[in-house]
């Protein structure tokens, strides 16, 4: 593998709970044969599993829309999905990606996070911060209207603006 | 050994539980994902009934073949811990996860778990 090459793919698929570990395997199986850094890959396939599993939680409509960029040697990487969603939950992933955002100690808060959503029912909470806490990746979102992307990164990767 | 808890298949994941003299084991195996988190929540409600009546001293949990964990099945996990937490000292038992190195998920989360809880929880690879 060329050094600064960037792998790529994109999925639009049904978000659905069955589907997430499925997308998770092809994702970790099919970048452990081409990424040198196996810790890079399960940070990537762990994102690509909770940011997958929010959607078949709380997206509305039957399509959302994945995608995986890495850096072959595992240096970068950004994953990012979009999914149309409701006000009420678009209301609380803004909360929780800025309580994240404002932590400088991701381990801390996924502890305390764990301990505040124990008792929780029908809501983990703990998704977003654990992509933060062991999988190392910042997390950003956006928002136009009713669509929701959650971006999970980390170091900057050489992809074009329009991706 | 007695196995008292039902097996729990759903995908490929299945959970079971035997009991000998004051110890309990449990077994995780395959993926522990959103398709399973219910089973999941009532196997270890059994598991922690079963703790109770049997006034065990340790329940040892062998994920050395779980695949992978999501984040809603580890606060399954939490919630549990927090359960034994909660109780006064001579109702709480030790809870001693058996993990595999080799997969990486393990390494993070059980240890995140033990954390929380390392008065009653440790891990074992």
């Known amino acids: 593998m060329r050094e600064g090459t960037t792998l790529s793919f994109g999925l639009q698929i049904q978000p659905q709970p069955r589907m997430v570990s499925i997308v998770r395997r092809f994702v970790e199986e099919s970048f452990e044969k081409l990424v040198g850094d196996p810790e890079a890959v399960f940070r990537v396939s762990l994102a690509v599993h909770e940011l997958l599993e929010n959607a078949a939680k709380y997206a509305v409509g039957d399509q959302t829309g994945l995608s995986v960029h890495f850096e072959a040697d595992g240096s970068a990487a950004r994953i990012r999905l979009t999914n149309q969603s409701t006000p009420e939950h678009i209301a609380r992933l803004r909360a929780s990606i800025e309580e994240i955002q404002s932590s400088d100690e991701p381990f801390a808060l996924y502890q305390t996070l764990m301990r505040r959503t124990a008792g929780v029912e029908h809501e983990s909470g703990l998704g977003l911060a654990r992509i933060r806490a062991e999988g190392e990746l910042d997390l950003s979102l956006e928002i136009d209207s009713l669509m929701v992307t959650i971006t999970a990164s980390r170091a900057p990767l050489r992809i074009n603006a329009n991706e | ?125």
């Open chain 2, 1 to 125: 050994m007695s196995n008292w808890a039902e097996i729990v298949k759903a995908n490929d994941f299945a959970a079971h539980a035997s009991a000998s003299e004051g110890k309990i084991l449990v077994n995780l195996t395959g993926t522990a994902d959103l398709t399973v988190k219910s089973h999941l929540d009532s196997f270890l409600l059994e598991v922690h009934a079963e703790a109770q009546r049997r006034q065990a001293g340790v329940v040892t949990v062998d994920v050395r073949q779980l695949q992978f964990m999501n984040s809603s099945c580890l606060k399954s996990l939490v919630w549990w811990i927090s359960t034994v937490q909660e109780r006064p000292s001579e109702g709480r038992y030790r809870i001693v996860f058996l993990s595999n190195p080799a997969l990486r998920w393990q390494l993070r989360s059980l240890n995140s778990i033990a954390c929380i809880a390392s008065d009653i929880v440790s891990v074992q690879a």
